[in-house]
């Protein structure tokens, strides 16, 4: 594809995409992931945190911080138990207690977890996914046509791509292999959206990206500062697939950018070839760190599309300065005339590692009371009182553009 037509189908895709669909700038992630975890078993972290036991509860939580929307997801795994025979009643469980409460829910149809007859490289994986995407429509509209439906078709691609294509910590278990793990991964991906708007073109599309900068270690030669740059920039290769600009053979287009989320958490900045990362919160920074601003609005030069924070958060004591800096960022980010339609606490409610069961995180605004069956909720209060500081400061951000 040329640059002008590039360009061109560009503009032509764009008035609708930056209209703002969140119900709220502040958004709740639950934790949901069914992947098959590094030892290979199947985890459920929607059950294991309560979340789905506590539903009712965990939504009304939300309505004191004046949170409307969140990030759920269905679960592939569990929904899809034979191939094309789909059981949505815990997902409509889910989309009941959600309008009952006026809480907005975006949709991950596949949150690191498959059918356990299916990998990214099985022959079948794309058109599987995109089966379930069209039923999954067709479930929603049935219940509510009227509703602006929001759909991340698979979360974190280059992630999933590296785990289990290069780091053998899930499905598919392999070494040296991600790229063609993503390139299953984003033909799934582009045929789901193309099945998806096919049944409805108002459909939104949110992609869920870990943004990240890699850096060359200090006084790098020639080649380490090359390879560094090579690495940094792959970080866009999923939404480069799914905007036609690189492997367009797997049907990708410009029409499929719409609102473009990043996962950004305290290990994003790391050297090249190190499992070292850059410190956030240094009484001296690194002089290669860069504020999240920077990350945020080169992504938005990139593709000119809106962006949100679709996931953020830190574990432990941490947690209150983390959200600070996160609401004066998102906040510099809005004065510099830059369309960013919400943040996303992930995980709003604490979880446990998928691999180590045992070990929580301790990084939701609420905290699990692991002595009772599910979790119970326990209110973090400095986080709480960092997040509603937070919050003035992005309104005030808001206010002063408007």
């Known amino acids: 594809m040329g640059a002008s037509t590039f360009l061109l189908l560009l503009v032509n895709s764009t008035t609708s995409t930056h209209i703002n669909p969140f119900q709220s700038f502040w958004w709740a992630g639950y934790e949901c992931t069914d992947q098959l975890n590094c030892f290979g078993n199947r985890v459920d972290l929607l059950r294991v945190s309560g979340h789905l036991q506590l539903l009712n509860e965990d939504y009304a939580h939300l309505h004191s911080f004046a949170i409307r929307t969140v990030r759920e997801g269905i679960q592939w795994s569990q929904v899809e138990k034979r191939a094309y025979q789909y059981d949505w009643s815990v997902v409509s469980d889910i989309m009941a207690e959600g309008h009952r409460q006026g809480i907005q829910q975006v949709w991950d149809l596949c949150h690191f977890g498959y059918p356990d007859d299916l990998t990214p490289l099985h022959p079948m994986f794309a058109r599987r996914f995109a089966a379930l995407c069209r039923a999954f429509v067709h479930f929603y509209r049935a219940q509510y046509p009227d509703d602006t439906l929001i759909v991340t078709p698979i979360n974190e691609v280059s992630f999933m791509s590296w785990l289990g294509g290069d780091a053998c910590g899930t499905s598919p278990y392999c070494t040296k292999q991600g790229w063609e793990v993503k390139v299953g991964l984003m033909r799934a991906y582009i045929e789901g959206v193309a099945a998806m708007r096919e049944i409805d073109p108002t459909i939104r599309i949110l992609t869920t990206e870990p943004l990240v900068q890699i ?122 005339g830059v369309p960013l339609f919400g943040a996303c606490i992930y995980p709003i409610v604490d979880r446990p590692d998928w691999d180590h069961l045992d070990h929580w995180h301790h990084s939701g605004l609420w905290d699990a009371d692991l002595s009772l069956d599910p979790p119970g909720r326990v209110l973090v209060e400095p986080y709480a009182n960092a997040f509603r500081q937070a919050q003035e400061v992005v309104v005030e951000a808001g206010l002063q553009i408007s």
Not at 230 to 241: L, P
Not at 243 to 251: D, F, K, M
Not at 258 to 280: K, M, V
Not at 313 to 320: E, F, K, Y
Request: one cysteine or more; aromatic letters at 12%.
């Open 215 to 336: 850096v060359p270690p200090m006084n790098a030669t020639r080649q380490q500062i090359i390879n560094a740059a090579i690495a940094d920039e792959n970080q866009f290769q999923s939404v480069d697939m799914l905007a036609g600009r690189i492997a367009p053979e797997l049907g990708g287009s410009p029409e499929y950018l719409d609102i473009l989320g990043f996962n950004y958490y305290y290990n994003n900045q790391w050297i090249d070839g190190t499992s070292i990362f850059l410190g956030w919160n240094d009484d001296t920074p690194d002089p290669r760190w860069l504020p999240l601003r920077h990350l945020l609005m080169k992504a938005y030069r990139r593709y000119g599309r809106p962006i949100a924070l679709t996931e953020t958060s830190h574990p432990g004591i941490d947690r209150p300065f983390w959200i600070d800096m996160i609401g004066r960022e998102c906040a510099a980010v809005l004065q510099a």
